[in-house]
Protein backbone atom coordinates (compact mmCIF):
# COMPACT_ATOMS: atom_id res chain seq x y z
CA UNK A 1 0.00 0.00 0.00
CA UNK A 2 1.35 3.47 -0.86
CA UNK A 3 1.52 6.08 1.21
CA UNK A 4 2.61 9.82 0.90
CA UNK A 5 3.16 12.27 4.26
CA UNK A 6 3.18 15.92 3.47
CA UNK A 7 4.53 18.34 6.08
CA UNK A 8 5.81 21.40 6.33
CA UNK A 9 3.41 24.05 5.21
CA UNK A 10 2.20 27.40 6.54
CA UNK A 11 1.95 31.07 6.54
CA UNK A 12 4.61 33.56 5.37
CA UNK A 13 5.64 36.84 4.20
CA UNK A 14 6.38 37.65 0.49
CA UNK A 15 9.85 37.09 0.00
CA UNK A 16 10.02 34.10 2.50
CA UNK A 17 10.62 30.75 2.29
CA UNK A 18 9.00 27.39 3.26
CA UNK A 19 10.27 24.02 3.21
CA UNK A 20 7.71 20.89 1.80
CA UNK A 21 8.37 17.38 2.43
CA UNK A 22 7.00 14.42 1.17
CA UNK A 23 7.41 10.82 2.52
CA UNK A 24 7.15 7.73 0.70
CA UNK A 25 5.99 4.31 1.60
CA UNK A 26 5.15 1.01 -0.19
CA UNK A 27 7.17 1.94 -3.80
CA UNK A 28 10.31 1.15 -5.13
CA UNK A 29 12.10 4.35 -4.02
CA UNK A 30 14.86 4.79 -7.01
CA UNK A 31 12.20 3.74 -9.72
CA UNK A 32 9.32 5.87 -9.02
CA UNK A 33 8.61 9.88 -10.35
CA UNK A 34 7.51 12.23 -8.13
CA UNK A 35 5.85 15.17 -8.05
CA UNK A 36 4.67 18.65 -6.60
CA UNK A 37 1.44 20.12 -8.08
CA UNK A 38 -0.90 23.08 -6.36
CA UNK A 39 -4.14 24.24 -6.41
CA UNK A 40 -4.95 27.92 -5.95
CA UNK A 41 -8.08 28.93 -4.81
CA UNK A 42 -10.93 29.13 -8.21
CA UNK A 43 -8.30 27.57 -10.11
CA UNK A 44 -7.30 24.32 -11.48
CA UNK A 45 -4.38 22.25 -9.87
CA UNK A 46 -0.98 22.75 -11.84
CA UNK A 47 2.51 20.71 -11.80
CA UNK A 48 5.44 22.59 -10.08
CA UNK A 49 8.08 20.46 -10.08
CA UNK A 50 8.21 16.35 -11.41
CA UNK A 51 11.04 14.64 -10.07
CA UNK A 52 12.70 11.06 -10.96
CA UNK A 53 13.84 9.82 -8.13
CA UNK A 54 16.92 7.52 -9.42
CA UNK A 55 18.58 11.12 -10.28
CA UNK A 56 17.88 11.32 -13.76
CA UNK A 57 16.14 14.43 -14.52
CA UNK A 58 13.83 17.20 -12.50
CA UNK A 59 11.10 19.53 -14.32
CA UNK A 60 10.56 22.94 -13.04
CA UNK A 61 7.56 24.58 -13.81
CA UNK A 62 8.58 28.05 -15.15
CA UNK A 63 6.84 30.08 -12.64
CA UNK A 64 8.69 28.66 -10.07
CA UNK A 65 12.36 28.47 -11.54
CA UNK A 66 14.97 30.22 -10.05
CA UNK A 67 12.92 30.00 -6.49
CA UNK A 68 12.34 26.25 -6.23
CA UNK A 69 14.75 23.53 -6.05
CA UNK A 70 14.57 19.99 -4.99
CA UNK A 71 16.34 17.40 -2.65
CA UNK A 72 15.86 13.80 -1.61
CA UNK A 73 17.01 11.86 0.92
CA UNK A 74 16.76 8.31 -0.40
CA UNK A 75 17.42 7.17 2.96
CA UNK A 76 14.09 8.45 4.17
CA UNK A 77 12.43 8.22 0.93
CA UNK A 78 11.67 11.28 1.15
CA UNK A 79 11.35 14.56 -1.16
CA UNK A 80 11.92 18.19 -0.11
CA UNK A 81 10.68 20.92 -2.04
CA UNK A 82 12.60 24.12 -1.17
CA UNK A 83 10.44 27.32 -1.90
CA UNK A 84 12.11 30.65 -1.61
CA UNK A 85 11.26 34.45 -2.92
CA UNK A 86 7.42 33.22 -2.21
CA UNK A 87 4.78 35.47 -3.93
CA UNK A 88 1.50 35.45 -3.25
CA UNK A 89 0.68 33.84 -5.82
CA UNK A 90 2.41 30.86 -4.94
CA UNK A 91 -0.16 30.44 -2.46
CA UNK A 92 -2.58 27.35 -2.73
CA UNK A 93 -2.59 23.74 -1.55
CA UNK A 94 0.25 21.75 -2.10
CA UNK A 95 0.32 18.17 -3.21
CA UNK A 96 2.98 15.31 -3.83
CA UNK A 97 2.11 12.72 -5.95
CA UNK A 98 3.78 9.36 -6.95
CA UNK A 99 4.06 6.92 -9.74
CA UNK A 100 6.18 3.80 -10.31
CA UNK A 101 8.69 5.13 -13.48
CA UNK A 102 7.85 4.09 -16.77
CA UNK A 103 9.95 3.71 -20.01
CA UNK A 104 9.15 6.90 -21.29
CA UNK A 105 10.54 8.50 -18.10
CA UNK A 106 8.45 10.90 -15.77
CA UNK A 107 5.29 12.47 -16.83
CA UNK A 108 3.98 16.42 -15.98
CA UNK A 109 0.83 15.47 -16.18
CA UNK A 110 -0.72 15.10 -13.10
CA UNK A 111 -3.30 12.58 -14.08
CA UNK A 112 -0.37 9.93 -14.65
CA UNK A 113 0.08 9.65 -11.08
CA UNK A 114 -1.57 6.93 -8.86
CA UNK A 115 -0.89 8.10 -5.26
CA UNK A 116 -1.25 10.94 -4.14
CA UNK A 117 -0.82 12.78 -0.08
CA UNK A 118 -3.40 14.52 1.73
CA UNK A 119 -2.06 18.27 1.13
CA UNK A 120 -0.44 20.84 2.65
CA UNK A 121 -1.63 24.31 2.71
CA UNK A 122 0.90 27.59 2.02
CA UNK A 123 -0.49 30.70 2.32
CA UNK A 124 1.97 33.75 1.08
CA UNK A 125 0.95 37.38 2.18
CA UNK A 126 1.81 40.79 0.63
Known amino acids: QVQLVESGGGSVQAGGSLRLSCAAS????????MGWFRQAPGKEREGVIV????????YFADSVKGRFTSTQDNAKNTVYLQMNSLKPEDTGMYYC???????????????????WGQGTQVTVSS
Open 97 to 115: AVRPRPWGGCSRDQSDYNY
Open 26 to 33: GITWRRAC
Open 51 to 58: IDTAGGST
